[in-house]
């Protein structure tokens, strides 16, 4: 049983650099969803695709993020020009429909220099 | 105010003993609760989920939910050592399923 998986585990990087996170949900999922979590706090939502359509998006995330899901299974998430503010955990996380759990990938740790 | 309040206060306890967690919420719209146990460097995992009001048992753990009053319980008799975690409360609306995060209580399960 393959569960959702996120690569790298961690990015360390210098302020101003991009960086792209990639997700694989588990298979039969059609929904993905990310999250950001800093120390101390619980995951906070950042965006959500239904298939390969990007349906909503937080206030959370700044003109700098994008997020992409071309054919509807793995999904990226790109940071342009970093930030301080951006280091944090980012997490990815599947379900099949709106009334199924969201299960979690182990994350993507984010360090800025 | 946030939309669900955990208080993250730290929470050690003997080996055996029952753990109590709880979190209240403010948006009357949720209705599928959740608790995941998140250790250290890793994702959360999900422990119990259930829709509505009512209790669910899974073993050792115990989840309530009283929408009435806004509130959400876990309980976990006989606890282990291998219980220590953080554990986090969430809940949805249903719709796009957005989860909404309590900030998480560390249990620690003193041998």
């Known amino acids: 049983d393959t569960g959702v998986s996120q690569d790298p585990r961690h990015k360390i990087t210098k302020r101003g650099q991009n960086v792209t996170f990639r997700c694989d949900p588990i298979?039969?999922?059609?929904?993905l969803y990310w999250y950001r979590q800093t120390l101390g706090q619980g995951p906070e939502f950042l965006t959500y695709?239904?298939?390969?359509?990007?349906?909503?998006k937080s206030r959370l995330l700044s003109d700098r993020f994008s997020a992409e899901r071309p054919k509807g299974s793995f999904s990226t998430l790109e940071i342009q020009r970093t930030e301080q503010g951006d280091s944090a955990m980012y997490l990815c996380a599947s379900s099949f429909s709106t009334d199924q759990p969201q299960h979690f990938g182990d994350g993507t740790r984010l360090s800025i220099l | 105010q946030k939309e669900v309040e955990q208080d993250p206060g730290p929470l050690s306890v003997p080996e055996g003993a029952i753990v109590s967690l709880n979190c209240t919420y403010s948006?009357?719209?949720?209705?599928?609760f959740m608790w995941y146990r998140q250790y250290s460097r890793k994702g959360p995992e999900l422990l119990m989920y259930?829709?509505?009001?009512g209790n669910k048992e899974d073993g050792r753990f115990t989840a309530q939910v009283d929408k009435s009053s806004k509130y959400i319980s876990l309980f976990i008799r006989d606890s282990q050592p291998s219980d220590s975690a953080t554990y986090l409360c969430a809940m949805s609306a249903g719709g796009n399923n957005r989860l909404a995060f309590g900030k998480g209580n560390q249990v620690v399960v003193i041998p």
């Open positions: 259930t829709y509505s009001s």
């Open positions: 948006n009357s719209a949720f209705q599928y």
């Open positions: 695709f239904q298939n390969e359509a990007q349906l909503e």
């Open positions: 298979s039969e999922h059609n929904r």
